[in-house]
């Protein structure tokens, strides 16, 4: 899988590296422990429409978008007809970051971020698949029609 498509797992990977230091980087240097961040969001809860943007709300919806990537490229890998791979793949992978955060100072797992970390994985499962769709119809009718000439014998195209 991956010698076949260099490029995106070298991407991918890339992406992995910056999961990893977002997210297994201890608390005190950590990319999300930020002043700026917080400076952000006072400023986004001044405006009406977004009060409801607390600190946790924001963190959850991060916690989301960073993995839409993650389960984007796993699919990519692994290919839209084990989709429930890359899911699997993407649970199993948020399950051992929250499991090696609890031996990282100032850390702390928890199991909400599981669950946000797998939907945002299976969101971008979710646009790979629809983003795909036509490829793989194509590909389907091709097998198809392989299958049928090599069955009736008859040359197709």
Same mark, same amino acid.
């Given at each position: ?54 600190? #946790?709300?924001?963190?959850? =919806? %991060? !916690?989301? *978008? ?5 389960? /984007?490229?796993? @699919?990519? $890998? ?31 797992? #928890?199991?909400?971020?599981? =669950? %946000? !970390?797998? *939907? ?5 499962? /979710?646009?790979? @698949?629809? $983003? ?26």
């Amino acid at each position: 899988m991956f010698h076949r498509h260099p490029v995106l797992s070298l991407t991918t990977f890339a992406y992995l590296g910056f999961v990893a230091w977002v997210t297994l980087t201890p608390a005190s240097s950590a990319p999300t422990g930020s002043e700026l961040i917080a400076r952000v969001l006072a400023r986004l809860q001044g405006y009406d429409e977004l009060a409801w943007l607390t600190y #946790d709300r924001a963190e959850l =919806l %991060a !916690n989301v *978008a960073l993995f839409v990537p993650v389960g /984007l490229f796993l @699919l990519l $890998l692994v290919g839209s007809r084990l989709w429930w791979v890359a899911g699997i793949a993407a649970f199993l992978m948020t399950s051992a970051i929250e499991t090696v955060q609890r031996s990282i100072p100032g850390r702390v797992p #928890d199991e909400r971020d599981i =669950l %946000a !970390n797998t *939907a945002g994985a299976l969101i971008g499962i /979710l646009a790979g @698949l629809v $983003l795909t769709y036509p490829a793989a119809r194509r590909r389907a009718a091709v097998r198809r029609a392989r299958e049928r000439e090599r069955v009736d014998g008859t040359r197709v195209g």
